[in-house]
């Protein structure tokens, strides 16, 4: 049976998130997403919950030694075996490294999108606080403001969708996470997309991709 080991590459409000829940749905594989898992441990209200909220507002990345460890116990789970999404890892060369100690990776898809259309997306995304369905305030709104059409939560703006947050994710990105592009183009496996216009189209791409 084909195996669909992938990563999710792409600044901040590229789609990665909206589109690996696609993939999710279609390929039948799970969607790691280590912002998410990180959300979950800031609500959580522990001390650690409460470093990695702190980092995660600031824009900065999380540790590398405790977002790798994680990631290794979620791929260790019985549902990775046909595959996964690594949605938001890995983010460094460090961590890019550990992961190739850790299992193989069948193609990293890397999400090209202008800095306008990023500010734009971020500004306006709306995330249920119960399912995690996002949404967009102009692109893709609920049919009740401030409601999930799927579950019925309430929708919240993400404390670093800040636009002070935002720039400082995006020099994040730049500095730290761009270099694995090629990283990944020298192994062969690197798959750009146009990510600027619908998540459909998105799909439609890394669907020709990946058959
Ligand atoms: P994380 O949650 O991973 O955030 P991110 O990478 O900054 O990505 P986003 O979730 O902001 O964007 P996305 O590309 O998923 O876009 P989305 O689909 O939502 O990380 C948050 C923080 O956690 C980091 O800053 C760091 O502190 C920490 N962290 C996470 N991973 C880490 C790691 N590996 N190491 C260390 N620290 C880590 O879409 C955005 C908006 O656009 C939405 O409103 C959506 O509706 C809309 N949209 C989506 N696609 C389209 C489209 N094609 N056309 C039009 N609109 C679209």
């Known amino acids: 049976m084909k195996k669909y080991r992938l990563i999710l590459l792409g600044p901040p409000g590229a789609g990665k998130g909206t589109v690996a829940k696609k993939i ?4 039948q594989i799970p969607q790691i997403s280590t912002g998410d898992i990180f959300r979950e441990a800031a609500k959580s209200g522990s001390e650690l919950g409460s470093r990695v909220k702190r980092i995660m507002e600031s824009g900065e990345l999380v540790p590398d030694d405790l977002t790798i460890s994680l990631v290794k116990e979620r791929l260790g ?12 890892f890995p983010r460094t060369i460090i961590q890019a490294d550990s992961l190739s100690e850790i299992t193989s990776i069948d193609a990293v898809i890397n999400f090209n ?11 306006g995304r709306r995330i249920c606080s119960q399912c995690g369905a996002i949404y967009h305030v ?3 709104p609920p049919k009740v403001e401030g409601i999930c059409d799927i579950c019925g939560g309430k929708l919240y703006q993400r404390d670093d969708d800040k636009i002070e947050s935002i720039e400082k994710r995006l020099n994040v990105y730049e500095k730290q996470t761009l270099p694995l592009i090629e990283y990944y183009r020298t192994k062969g496996i690197l798959y750009d997309i146009d990510s600027s216009v619908n998540p459909d189209y998105s799909m439609e791409q890394i669907g020709k991709i990946l058959s």
């Open 24 to 27: 999710a749905e279609k390929y």
């Open 77 to 88: 789970k019985k549902d990775t075996e046909r595959g996964f999404i690594l949605d938001g």
């Open 113 to 123: 999108i202008p800095r306008e259309e990023i500010i734009r997306r971020l500004s």
């Open 138 to 140: 102009t692109d893709f």
